[in-house]
C-alpha cells in the first residue's frame, strides 16, 4: 500500500513540474505574440501617420505648383499689359510691379519645389519638402528646362522698377509669349504628375497598411488560436489533477476504511486474545481443580463400594447369627452343624480382613477424602472471592496458599515449594486480582522448571509495603527478553500455547494496587519476581456513579 | 485353598492404594507401591500379572514405569490409570509402555475390577500357551533354524490406508528394499487387498471418509488378527488415542508429520510383533481377550462387516 502511494506521489510531482513548463512557455508565447500584434498595430499607426504626413507633403506641393501656375499666368498678363501700357504710354507702374512680384512668386515657388521651404498660406507658413519622386522631379526638370533661360531677363526686367530696357521687354514678352503654353503644359503636367505620384504613394501605403492590419489580424487570431489550445491543455491537465486529487481522496478514503477496519480487527483480536487468556487460566484452573478433585474423589467412590460389599458381608453374617440364635432357641437344631460351619467359614473371612475395623478406617478414609474436596472447594471460593468486596484487607500469605492449592497440580511434580512467610501480613488489596497474580506467576515459576527444583516464596514487611517473592530454580529468562516480559503479545511460548498476556496482566493489576513488579533472571539458575504494594491503599475520592470499565481488561474472575 | 493372583497397584496417593486393594483383596493378592521405583522392587520379588499405574506421580511417571515393567516382564498386563493427563505423556504411554488399557479417573469400580479379571486371564493363557510351546520350542527352533537361510527372504506385506499416493511415496522411498508396500486411498480399496493376502503391518489415518477408522480398523482386526496396526494421522486426542488402545489395541500411535527414520523403525519393530503373533498367537493381547472375554471386545458395527463380506463373495466369484 505504501509502495502504491509513494509512487502516485512522483506521478503527482512530475504533472506540476510539465504543467509549470507549459505555463512559462505559454507566457513566453504569449508575450511574442502580444508583441507582434503590438508591433504591428503599432506600424500601422506609424505607417497612418507618416501616409497622412506624406498626402498633406503632396497637397502642398500639388498647391505649391497650383500657385506657381496662377503666378506663371498672373505674370504673363501682366508682362503683356505692361508691354501694351508701354507702347501707349498709359502708366505701367502698378502692372510692371504686379508683374514683378508675379514672377518672382514664380522663382520662388519653383525653388520651393526644387529644395523646400516654406510658404505662407493665408495666416499659416507651410513648410513645403523638395520634389523626390523621379517622375515629378523630370516633370519639373522640363518645366526648369524651360524656366531656366528666360529666367535671368523675366528676373532682370522685374528687379527694375521701370521699364528703360525696352529689348529687355521685348525679350521677356516674346520669352513669355513663347514659351507661355510650354510652361503652363509643363506647370500642369508637373501638378498631373504630382498628384499621379502621389495617388500611388497613397495606394501602396494603404496596401502595406491592409497587409500589416491582415498581419495583425492573422498575429490575433494565432494568438487567440495558440491561447485556446493552451487554455484547453491547461483545463485538460487541471481536471486531469482534479480526478487525481479524487482518486487519491477516493483512495484515501478506502485506505482509512481500511485501517478502520484493521484496527476494528486488531480490537476484536485483543479482545479475543484477552478472552482466551481468561479462558485459558479458567481451563488451567478447571483442569487443576479437576485434578485435585478427582483423587479424593476416586478413592470415596472406591471406598464406598468397599463398605457396601463389607455390609453385605457383615449382614449375611448377622442374619446367620439370628438365625443361628433363633435354632437355639426354638429347639429345631437338624441344620445346626451346617450354619455353625456357615457362621465360623463367615468369621474367619470377617476376621482375616479385618472387615469391622477396616470398614470403620476406610470410612474415617473417606470422610479425609470428603475433607479435602471440601478444604479445595473453599479455597475455589477463597481464590475467586465473587461473594466478597473488592477492596479488603485480607492476610496475603493465605492468598499465596490459595493460589498454590489451585496451582497443584502443576508444581507438585515439578518443585518443592519453600515458604517462608511473614506471619500475619494484611494488606490492602483486590485479593482476586492479587490470586489471580499469585496464580500467574507460580504456574510460570513451576513451568520454566525442567526437571525438578524448588520454587521459594517469601513475604515480609518493608516500612509501608508488603512484599513477596516469587523465586524459581527454572530455566531463566534471557537479558534480551527480560525487559519485555511485561509487555502485552510477547511470550517465548510456542504459538497457540501462550497469548502472552499473562504477565501484562500482571503487570497491570499490581499497577492497580499503586505496588510496583520486578524481575531478576539468571539464565539456568532461576528467576525471581518481586512484588511490592502498600499496606494500605491510598484513599480516593469514591464518586457515586461508577464509569470507569477498567476492571473488566483483567479481571479475569470477576 | 486356591493360589490367589499377584497384582500391582502404583498410585502416590496412599490413600487411593487403600481403596483399590480393599477393591481386590478378596480375590487377588495385591502389591502397592506408592513409586515407581518401589514398585519395579515389587515387581522383581513377586509374579506380578497386571500392574495399574497412576500416570502423574513424582521421579518417575506411569509411563515410564509401564515402559521399564514391559522390559523386566514382558507377560505382565500393563495399565494405565490417570485423572487430569497431558497428551503427551498418553502417546508416550501407548507407544514406549504398549499399555493394555487406559483407564480415566475416577474409574468405576466395576470397570476397574472387569480389568484386572480380564487382564489376569490373559496373563495365564499367553504363560500357558507359552509352557506348552516351551516345550515343543527345540523341535521348532532347529527346523527355524535349517529354514532361514535356504528360504529367499520374504519381505512383509505393509498397507496404508487412507494417504495420497504421494504421501505414501514420499514416506516409503527408502523402505522398499525392506517391506513390500502397497496404498489404499478408500476403505474399498483397503478391503480389497485385504481379501487378497495377509497383511503384516497396517498403518493407517483416522479419517477415512464416511467411516470411523476406529471401526474400520476393528473390522480388519477380526480379519487379519496378526495384523500390527500403527495410527498415523495428524489429530493427536486423549480420547482417540484411549479408545485406539481399549478397543483396537494399536501398536503405535503416531501424528504427523512423521520422518522415514521413525517410520522405518516403527515398521521394523510392529514387523516383529507380527511375526510373534503368528508364531504365538496368544501374545496378540486383543485376541487372547476376546477368548477369555468375549464382551471385553467391542464387535465392530454390523454395515462394514457386511461390505466386508461383500467385497469376500465378489473376489471369490471372479
Redesign the interface.
Known amino acids: 500500500m505504501k509502495k502504491s502511494v509513494s509512487q502516485g506521489g512522483t506521478h503527482h510531482h512530475q504533472n506540476i513540474s510539465s504543467q509549470t513548463t507549459i505555463s512559462t512557455s505559454g507566457y513566453v508565447e504569449l508575450i511574442a505574440y502580444a508583441v507582434l500584434f503590438l508591433t504591428l498595430v503599432t506600424s500601422i499607426f506609424v505607417v497612418n501617420i507618416f501616409l497622412s504626413r506624406q498626402s498633406n507633403e503632396d497637397a502642398a506641393q500639388v498647391y505649391c505648383a497650383t500657385r506657381q501656375q496662377r503666378a506663371w499666368q498672373k505674370a504673363q498678363k501682366n508682362l503683356s499689359q505692361t508691354h501694351i501700357a508701354f507702347y501707349t504710354q498709359l502708366p505701367i507702374d502698378s502692372t510692371v510691379r504686379e508683374y514683378a512680384a508675379a514672377i518672382r512668386g514664380f522663382d520662388r515657388l519653383n525653388d520651393i519645389l526644387k529644395v523646400g521651404g516654406r510658404l505662407m498660406l493665408d495666416e499659416d507658413s507651410v513648410q513645403i519638402a523638395p520634389v523626390v519622386e523621379a517622375q515629378a522631379l523630370s516633370a519639373l526638370q522640363r518645366l526648369e528646362n524651360l524656366w531656366a533661360p528666360a529666367r535671368k531677363d523675366l528676373l532682370t526686367l522685374a528687379a527694375s522698377a521701370t521699364v528703360t530696357d525696352t529689348a529687355l521687354l521685348e525679350r521677356s514678352l516674346e520669352h513669355t509669349v513663347r514659351r507661355d503654353d510650354a510652361i503652363l503644359d509643363a506647370s500642369e503636367n508637373l501638378i498631373v504628375t504630382l498628384q499621379r505620384t502621389s495617388n500611388e504613394r497613397i495606394g501602396q501605403l494603404q496596401t502595406i497598411q491592409v497587409v500589416a492590419l491582415v498581419l495583425s489580424l492573422m498575429v490575433f487570431a494565432a494568438m487567440a488560436i495558440r491561447l485556446a489550445v493552451s487554455l484547453r491543455r491547461r483545463d485538460s491537465v487541471i481536471r486531469r489533477n482534479t480526478e487525481e486529487i479524487l482518486q487519491q481522496r477516493n483512495q484515501l478514503a478506502t485506505e482509512k476504511e481500511r485501517v478502520e477496519h484493521l484496527l476494528d480487527d486488531l480490537k476484536n483480536t485483543q479482545s479475543q486474545l484477552i478472552q482466551s487468556e481468561k479462558m485459558a487460566s479458567l481451563g488451567q484452573m478447571v483442569a487443576g481443580i479437576a485434578h485435585e478433585v478427582n483423587t479424593p474423589l476416586g478413592f470415596v467412590m472406591n471406598n464406598i463400594s468397599i463398605v457396601e460389599r463389607n455390609h453385605g458381608i457383615l449382614a449375611a453374617a448377622l442374619a446367620d447369627y439370628r438365625s443361628l440364635d433363633n435354632m437355639l432357641r426354638t429347639g429345631a437344631l437338624e441344620s445346626l452343624e451346617s450354619m455353625l460351619e456357615s457362621i465360623a467359614e463367615q468369621m474367619e473371612r470377617i476376621e482375616e480382613f479385618e472387615l469391622v475395623a477396616r470398614t470403620q478406617s476406610t470410612l474415617a478414609e473417606s470422610t479425609i477424602g470428603l475433607e479435602r474436596i471440601q478444604e479445595l472447594i473453599t479455597n475455589l471460593k477463597n481464590f475467586s472471592r465473587l461473594d466478597e468486596a473488592d477492596v479488603k484487607s485480607v492476610n496475603i500469605n493465605d492468598n499465596i496458599d490459595s493460589a498454590l492449592m489451585i496451582a497443584a497440580n502443576i508444581v507438585k511434580y515439578k518443585a518443592d515449594v519453600m515458604k517462608d512467610y511473614a506471619p500475619n501480613l494484611v494488606a490492602e488489596c483486590y485479593p482476586a486480582q492479587l490470586n489471580q497474580v499469585f496464580l500467574n506467576l507460580i504456574t510460570n515459576a513451576a513451568q520454566a522448571i525442567k526437571e525438578r527444583g524448588v520454587i521459594a516464596i517469601k513475604t515480609f514487611t518493608d516500612q509501608s509495603d508488603a512484599v513477596i517473592k516469587i523465586s524459581d530454580t527454572g530455566s531463566g529468562i534471557a537479558p534480551e527478553n527480560l525487559k519485555k516480559i511485561f509487555e502485552p503479545f510477547f511470550t517465548t511460548k510456542p504459538v497457540g500455547q501462550g497469548t502472552g498476556l499473562g504477565l501484562s496482566i500482571v503487570y497491570k493489576i499490581i499497577e492497580r494496587h499503586n505496588g510496583n513488579i520486578d524481575v531478576e533472571s539468571v539464565v539456568g539458575s532461576g528467576t525471581t519476581f518481586t512484588i511490592r504494594i502498600p499496606l494500605r491503599q491510598p484513599r480516593k475520592d469514591k464518586s457515586l456513579i461508577s464509569g470507569n470499565g477498567s476492571t473488566a481488561i483483567y479481571n479475569i474472575h470477576g | 485353598m486356591k493360589r490367589l493372583s499377584d497384582i500391582l497397584l502404583v498410585d502416590d ?1 496412599p ?2 492404594l ?3 486393594k ?2 481386590l ?2 480375590d487377588y493378592k495385591v502389591h502397592t507401591a506408592t513409586s515407581g521405583f518401589a514398585a519395579l522392587e515389587v515387581l522383581r520379588q513377586h509374579p506380578i500379572k497386571v500392574v495399574i499405574s497412576d500416570e ?4 518417575m ?1 506411569g509411563h515410564e514405569l509401564l515402559r521399564q515393567v514391559k522390559s523386566i516382564s514382558p507377560n505382565t498386563i500393563r495399565v494405565l490409570l490417570t ?2 493427563a497431558d497428551l503427551d505423556s498418553v502417546m508416550k504411554s501407548v507407544n514406549s509402555g504398549e499399555v493394555f488399557r487406559y483407564l480415566n ?5 466395576d470397570t476397574l475390577r472387569n480389568i484386572v479379571s480380564l487382564g489376569v486371564q490373559i496373563y495365564d493363557r499367553m504363560s500357558s500357551l507359552q509352557k506348552a510351546a516351551a516345550v515343543a520350542a527345540p523341535q521348532v527352533a532347529v527346523n527355524k533354524n535349517i529354514a532361514t537361510p535356504d528360504t529367499p527372504k520374504t519381505l512383509p506385506d505393509v498397507l496404508f490406508i487412507g494417504y495420497q499416493a504421494e504421501e505414501v511415496l514420499q514416506l516409503t522411498a527408502k523402505l522398499r528394499d525392506n517391506f513390500l508396500i502397497s496404498a489404499a486411498h478408500t476403505i474399498d480399496d483397503a478391503m480389497n487387498i485385504l481379501m487378497k493376502k495377509p497383511i503384516s503391518v497396517i498403518v493407517s489415518e483416522l479419517q477415512l471418509g464416511e467411516y470411523d477408522g476406529l471401526d474400520f480398523l476393528q473390522v480388519v482386526r477380526e480379519e487379519q488378527p496378526q495384523a500390527v496396526i500403527i495410527v498415523l494421522t495428524d489429530t493427536a486426542d486423549v480420547k482417540m488415542i484411549a479408545r485406539a488402545v481399549n478397543e483396537l489395541q494399536v501398536f503405535k500411535y503416531l501424528t504427523k508429520p512423521t520422518s522415514e527414520a521413525q517410520i522405518e523403525q516403527v515398521l521394523t519393530d510392529a514387523t516383529m510383533k507380527s511375526e510373534l503373533y503368528q508364531q504365538k498367537p496368544e501374545m496378540n493381547l486383543q485376541q487372547t481377550a476376546k477368548i477369555v472375554d468375549a464382551k471385553s471386545v467391542p464387535t465392530p458395527s454390523p454395515s462394514l462387516r457386511e461390505q466386508l463380506q461383500q467385497a469376500q463373495k465378489q473376489l471369490n466369484k471372479s
Open positions: 496417593e490413600l487411593m487403600n481403596s483399590l480393599g477393591l483383596e478378596f502423574r506421580m513424582p521421579e511417571p485423572g487430569y479417573k475416577p474409574c468405576r469400580p
